[in-house]
């Protein structure tokens, strides 16, 4: 079958875990076709699997401020005459809509049975106007919206925090919900792009999974949403728009909230990482019968040989894996480790830190690298021998992942904020015994083979980690049941096992669309048809008994 794989972060441009589960589920699954539909990115493409080919649709650029609706958008579906008096109404009706849905306290039709919510109709409005007209861009960001806009936020019935918005925070959510709702103007809207794939696979939800939604609501496609994060969560604790006003804020929230319920709802079948994506999902009005749980599958075969060395590590070492940022909470990590100090001298901390180019991450680490100088000052040690060091993976001392794991005897996760922790997992690939704070999916990871205390609480992570350190044995009996549960639960074969037969059962459920000579599969009814009219037919010549 062919797979329309709308990308997260533009694989096959993009790097990280998004970009590498992509590539590993393209080339695993080889019987099935792939277009994938990511933004353009520097320079030519990386090169691709034989299945997979890159659908490209035009940007249609910044807008143009032109100050009404008579404003032609850009790029291909922009060179349109400008709107004449019905595409005006049909563009100021269905924004009215969208602007109801988000301003509402309680949205209209949203329990309506065979009713489309408030935000969905103005939604598939404007889609259904880009598609056939174009300029919607410019549209978004006219004063036209922009009066709706106040209109509605005004009107009896609004929500408390958007009634007080002023113009300027009008104008910058006109500006926001353009370029969110920038994938409806591009020029995907045919048979050869959106139209020619038999399934939709959203790598997440949100804006990522707007194009599934338009092929669903003009081609009948099912859509299929894989996250391993939350991107709705995400926006909630992003620190990007800490400067902006209240009303304008929780215009946002309202946009990206509505949006996801929506993706939520027209998908076939929700596939979160782990249990705590899976409950923002049904809060978020997620129908349980069509979620079902696919852990993300991380290559095992590079830590096999640190995971079948039972005597490999420094008995002495803690080990911390992972990005320097304030979530990871490595404050408490290093006051835990003061009292792990003090209690067993001799004890070691390697703190092993994933480059990242994120704005803040180097001022984070020199905040860390400072505590521990004042924690642990050059006196109480040797010199040259310092009980915590800060290093960089690739580098000499860790040159790899699976070096740097077997070099410790107990790894720790200290996060405060946690979605799925790959490090955790690719620890238990070593078969090295853990300690994590109970955040995001630790709890679901770990599972009894490891140990798990409160977030932000120095004493119980140094305790936990102390009871490991002074008992061999039973660091060895946990981290090999970490392995074989990691083993039978987080591999990409299991992975890529799961959507093998969800794309299966989708298909299955999905009305067949006769595209005649294409020669693919599920072109056709897989029913069997017998001409002739059977039923008037003597016994003896259907069973072969005489007849009664």
Not at 260 to 267: F, G
Request: hydrophobic content about 40%; proline content about 9%; aromatic content about 6%.
């Amino acid at each position: 079958m062919r797979i329309g794989l709308l990308t997260e972060g533009g694989y096959p441009y993009a790097t990280g875990e998004p970009g590498r589960w992509c590539e590993r589920l393209v080339r695993g699954l080889r019987q099935h076709r792939f277009d994938l539909y990511a933004p353009d990115g520097p320079g030519a493409p990386p090169p691709l699997p034989p299945n997979a080919r890159l659908v490209r649709t035009t940007d249609p650029g910044p807008a143009r401020d032109t100050g009404g609706l008579f404003a032609g958008a850009f790029g291909d579906r922009s060179a349109r005459r400008p709107y004449g008096r019905r595409d005006r109404h049909r563009f100021t009706e269905a924004f009215h809509l969208l602007a109801t849905g988000l301003c509402a306290e309680e949205e209209p039709h949203q329990n309506t049975p065979g009713a489309e919510p408030a935000f969905a109709a103005g939604l598939y409005g404007l889609a259904h106007l880009a598609r056939e007209r174009g300029g919607l861009p410019g549209a978004l960001r006219s004063d036209d919206a922009v009066r709706i806009l106040e209109t509605v936020c005004r009107a009896p019935g609004a929500r408390r925090s958007t009634a007080a918005a002023a113009l300027p925070d009008h104008l910058a959510f006109a500006e926001h919900l353009e370029q969110t709702l920038r994938p409806l103007s591009l020029d995907w809207y045919d048979e050869d792009t959106l139209g020619a794939a038999d399934l939709c696979h959203a790598a997440a939800g949100g804006t990522t999974a707007l194009p599934g939604l338009l092929a669903k609501r003009f081609f009948g496609t099912p859509l299929l949403v894989t996250e391993y994060g939350v991107p709705l969560r995400a926006h909630y604790l992003s620190a990007e728009g800490a400067d902006r006003s209240a009303p304008l804020r929780a215009l946002l929230a309202a946009l990206h909230g509505r949006l996801s319920t929506e993706v939520y709802r027209q998908a076939g079948l929700l596939t979160p990482g782990h249990s705590h994506t899976r409950r923002w999902q049904e809060r978020c009005g997620a129908d349980r019968a069509r979620i079902r749980t696919v852990h993300p599958g991380l290559v095992a075969d590079r830590f096999a040989e640190a995971g079948e060395d039972e005597t490999s590590g420094d008995p002495r070492t803690l080990l911390w894996v992972g990005r320097v940022e304030p979530a990871k909470d490595l404050v408490a990590l290093l006051h835990a480790f003061a009292e792990i100090r003090f209690r067993q001298p001799g004890t070691r901390l390697r703190i092993v830190a994933v480059p990242v180019r994120e704005p803040g991450a180097a001022a984070y680490l020199a905040h860390c690298e400072a505590l521990a100088a004042r924690l642990f000052p050059e006196e109480s040690h040797p010199a040259g021998d310092p009980p915590v060091v800060f290093e960089e993976l690739g580098g000499p001392r860790a040159p790899t992942l699976e070096d740097t794991y077997a070099s410790g005897a107990v790894v720790v996760l200290s996060s405060a904020v946690e979605g799925f922790p790959a490090c955790l997992v690719e620890a238990m690939f070593c078969a090295r015994a853990t300690v994590s704070t109970d955040v995001g999916a630790v709890v679901e990871i770990v599972c009894g083979t490891g140990l798990v205390v409160p977030p932000r609480n120095p004493r119980a992570l140094a305790d936990a980690c102390l009871a490991l350190l002074h008992d061999p044995e039973r660091r060895h009996r946990l981290g090999a049941a970490a392995r074989a549960r990691a083993l039978e639960l987080f591999t990409v074969e299991q992975n890529l096992a799961a959507f093998r037969g969800l794309y299966l059962e989708l298909l299955s459920r999905s009305p067949a669309r006769h595209r005649p000579g294409d020669g693919r599969l599920f072109a056709h009814p897989a029913e069997a048809h017998v001409p002739g009219d059977w039923t008037h037919q003597p016994m003896t010549a259907r069973t072969g008994a005489p007849d009664a």
